[in-house]
C-alpha cells in the first residue's frame, strides 16, 4: 500500500500543473469527480486489454468488439429489459473473443495483421445490427449503470475481479510466461494457443462490462467503419504501458487506473488551458511515442547511468 501510495504522486503532480495554469476551473472537487468517472470506462476497457498485451498479443479489434456488445445488449434490452442489456452484451462479446483467438490459433499470422482484419469484418456486422440509422439506443429505465453511484459500484466490483485473475490464478502466470518467452513456454509443457484464447475470453468478459456501462452513458451505441473503433483502443493502451512502468512499485489494478487518471487530468486540462480537442490526438500520439521509447530502452538506460559514474573514476 505504501508503494501504490507513492504512484499517486504522479496524477497529483499532474492535477497541480494544470491548478496553475487554470486554477478557476481546477480548484474544486466536483472537476476532481469529474475526471474520475471519465477514467472508469478506459480503465475497464484496459483491463479487458491487458491479458492479451502482456501474453505477447496485439488486438485491434477490442474497440469493434465492445462496440458489437453495446449493439447487441442495446436491441436485447428493447425485449427483456436490464437483462437482455447484460446477457445481450456479454454473449456477443465473448463469441466475437472466441472466433478472434481461435482464429489467431488457426491462421498463425501476426496479430496485428488478422485483429486488424477482423476489425474491419466486425464493424461490418456492427453496421447491419444497427440497422439503417447505424446507431441503438436504450430507454432511460436501464441506463442506470451508466451513471453514480451504480458505475463506481462497477469499477470496484470489475478491478477485485480483475485483480484475483490477474495476480492470484494458474492461467495469470502462464499468460506472462507465454509474453516473456513463448518457447520456453512451450517447452515447459503450457499450452501456448489456449493460454491466448483464453487471454481473448477472459479479457472479454471485461469488454461486455466497457460495452453496457458506454451505451449506459450515452444512451445510444453507434456503430463504426473504416477502423473508426480503433480510437477506442488507444487510450486503454497507453495506461497499460504506463502501468507496466509503474509495476515495480504498483500492482497492474491500481496502476491501470492511476494511469487513465492521469491521462484524463492531462487532456481535460489541454481543452481547458484553450487548445482544441485535435491536439489530444496529437498529444496522445506524441506521448505514446514518449513511453513506447522509454520503455523499450529501459535497460540501456541503466546502463548508460551505471557507466558514467565507472568512466569519471576512470579519469579520475
Not at 17 to 36: A, S
Not at 108 to 115: A, D, G, Q, V
Amino acid at each position: 500500500m505504501k508503494k501504490c501510495g507513492k504512484t499517486l504522486l504522479l496524477p497529483v503532480i499532474v492535477y497541480g500543473v494544470f491548478l496553475i495554469i487554470c486554477f478557476k476551473r481546477f480548484n474544486n472537487l466536483n472537476c476532481v469527480y469529474t475526471i474520475f468517472l471519465q477514467s472508469i470506462v478506459p480503465t475497464i476497457t484496459a483491463y479487458a486489454y491487458a491479458f492479451i498485451y502482456m501474453s505477447g498479443l496485439f488486438d485491434f479489434t477490442i474497440g469493434s468488439r465492445i462496440i458489437i456488445g453495446g449493439l447487441v445488449g442495446g436491441i436485447a434490452s428493447a425485449r427483456f429489459g436490464m437483462a437482455g442489456l447484460l446477457i445481450g452484451a456479454l454473449v456477443a462479446s465473448v463469441l466475437a473473443a472466441a472466433l478472434t483467438g481461435i482464429l489467431n490459433w488457426i491462421c498463425k499470422i501476426p496479430s496485428l495483421i488478422l485483429t486488424m482484419a477482423l476489425t474491419m469484418i466486425f464493424e461490418i456486422m456492427g453496421k447491419n445490427i444497427s440497422g439503417k440509422f447505424s446507431f441503438v439506443s436504450i430507454d432511460y429505465k436501464y441506463a442506470a449503470l451508466g451513471s453514480a453511484p451504480y458505475i463506481i459500484i462497477v469499477l470496484f466490483v470489475s478491478a477485485v475481479v480483475f485483480y484475483f485473475i490477474f495476480s492470484h490464478t494458474k492461467f495469470s502466470y502462464h499468460m506472462r510466461a507465454v509474453g516473456s518467452n513463448e518457447a520456453v513456454s512451450r517447452n515447459a509443457g503450457i499450452h501456448v494457443q489456449r493460454v491466448k484464447v483464453l487471454c481473448f475470453v477472459i479479457g472479454s468478459l471485461f469488454a461486455a462490462v466497457s460495452a453496457v456501462l458506454t451505451i449506459s452513458q450515452s444512451g445510444s451505441m453507434g456503430a463504426q467503419t473504416n477502423l473508426g473503433s480503433a480510437a477506442l483502443l488507444f487510450k486503454p493502451l497507453m495506461g497499460i504501458i504506463i502501468a507496466v512502468v509503474l509495476q515495480p512499485v504498483c500492482n497492474m489494478t491500481i496502476g491501470i487506473f492511476i494511469s487513465q487518471f492521469t491521462l484524463n487530468t492531462i487532456f481535460i486540462g489541454l481543452i481547458a488551458a484553450g487548445f482544441p480537442d485535435t491536439f489530444q490526438n496529437i498529444f496522445l500520439g506524441i506521448f505514446l511515442l514518449i513511453v513506447m521509447v522509454f520503455t523499450n530502452n529501459v535497460e540501456g538506460l541503466k546502463e548508460l547511468l551505471h557507466k558514467k559514474p565507472a568512466l569519471r573514476a576512470e579519469a579520475s
